[in-house]
């Protein structure tokens, strides 16, 4: 935990931040991951899960069994829970259905947009630090929101091959029958490419870890990707108005993730030093074990003169989510440009959005909330515009057809004009 006040020091942190990128090392391990799925197929999967994950399978054994899914069991609360955050995702993502369009066009004629599902969307969802059930809501849903009729999803699994059970009721709860178990990144390969046992998808969604997010932008291409979503992160704008044990408990539910980041940007050194002081208790009684020691060291906080430069580095940090928690809340919003999620005042915590609010939890991290949203409808969504001249329309643009295809020297572009100009 380190407090942050001079300018050097803060220079220091936003540059850290801006030069977070992927080792060569993990460049080169994916890359070879990637070669050996290429070459090898399901064998390769096979092959990392037994080095990685301890588990012996064969090639047949990669997909999950209907039996499997359909006699998941889980306990009746996280039932209900999985009931209840489906329904808020489902209502949240159909608000963000677009409806075709199309207009008379200021030349003559019309054009317009319409709006077309991949055929087949691959989804993954971590399990190895934690069992991420509420990843297969956040992506799944939007997906089938979308109209997207082929869903595969895939996950680690055990040492005896067993995937966990909260992920196997979730799926039998929005009806997903095609399911991989394995090594997590050798199966992101394996979706986004196909092999024997998986079909290739359109796109390939859900967050993971460093070495699945760093496949996902290595094989963008081959397919589209959702967003780069990597080890989670947060910040918390807190002015002298917030308690500093819900700051504290707010920004440990997301130091808590595996290689997280979390931020607090605060307008008193005082409050900085409560707030630290409340998670060191928390760390040391209710919460103990819960934060991993790097977590703690990668908890920042800096302090600013007022809430206008409390925005500013919460937009060069550009952060995953964003709470705010101060006297004006909206106020502090209006200045805010970067953020994969915000979440205003002290009764809206990160995991209230992480669980069951309603928007996707996969969002963009590593700065990129600066140019990249969130996991939505519009990832599995198509966009074709569409367009239809009248003769009067052709004849009023035909001249700047003409133009066009002589000065970018492409004389059949042309051609195209004259030869309806015969007629």
Not at 49 to 75: G, H, M, W, Y
Not at 274 to 300: C, D, P, Q, R, T
């Amino acid at each position: 935990m380190k407090i942050i006040e001079t300018k050097e020091a803060l220079e220091e942190l936003l540059k850290e931040r801006k030069g977070s990128r992927p080792s060569q090392k993990l460049k080169e391990i994916v890359s070879s991951i990637i070669k050996s799925v290429i070459k090898e197929g399901d064998a390769a999967i096979c092959e990392y899960t037994a080095q990685f994950d301890k588990c012996e399978l064969s090639p047949s054994k990669l997909k999950v069994s209907k039996r499997e899914i359909e006699n998941a069991k889980c306990p009746p609360d996280l039932e209900k829970a999985i009931l209840s955050s489906a329904e808020s995702i489902r209502a949240f993502h159909e608000k963000q259905l677009r409806s075709p369009w199309k207009t008379k066009g200021p030349f003559g004629g019309e054009f317009g947009e319409v709006y077309r599902p991949v055929d087949r969307a691959g989804v993954y969802v971590p399990a190895g630090t934690a069992p991420l059930v509420s990843s297969v809501l956040m992506s799944v849903i939007p997906a089938q929101v979308a109209g997207v009729k082929s869903i595969c999803l895939a996950t680690p699994c055990n040492s005896e091959g067993k995937v966990n059970p909260g992920i196997l009721a979730a799926c039998k709860i929005l009806n997903v029958t095609e399911l991989y178990r394995g090594h997590g990144p050798s199966l992101v390969a394996a979706m986004c490419l196909g092999t024997r046992a998986i079909p290739k998808v359109d796109v390939i969604a859900g967050p993971g870890s460093a070495a699945v997010t760093e496949m996902k932008r290595q094989l963008f291409g081959a397919v589209n990707v959702d967003l780069i979503a990597g080890p989670s992160e947060s910040l918390i704008i807190a002015d002298e108005s917030a308690e500093p044990r819900i700051v504290a408990a707010d920004i440990m539910s997301q130091a808590e993730h595996h290689g997280s980041r979390t931020y607090i940007v605060t307008t008193s050194k005082k409050m900085a030093e409560k707030i630290f002081a409340e998670v060191s208790a928390l760390n040391k009684k209710e919460l103990a074990g819960a934060v991993e020691k790097e977590g703690l060291e990668n908890m920042n906080a800096v302090v600013v003169k007022d809430l206008k430069e409390a925005a500013a580095i919460s937009n060069a940090i550009a952060p995953e989510h964003l709470q705010i928690i101060t006297e004006n809340d909206e106020k502090v919003l209006a200045l805010i440009k970067n953020a994969g999620a915000v979440f205003l005042g002290k009764w809206t915590p990160v995991p209230m959005g992480d669980f069951a609010f309603g928007p996707s939890h996969v969002l963009p991290t590593g700065a990129a909330a600066a140019f990249m949203s969130g996991l939505s409808t519009a990832t599995f969504i198509k966009r074709m515009s569409v367009m239809k001249a009248d003769k009067e329309g052709f004849k009023n643009m035909s001249g700047t057809m003409e133009t066009f295809s002589r000065y970018e020297e492409l004389p059949a572009h042309g051609f195209t004009s004259t030869v309806r100009k015969e007629k």
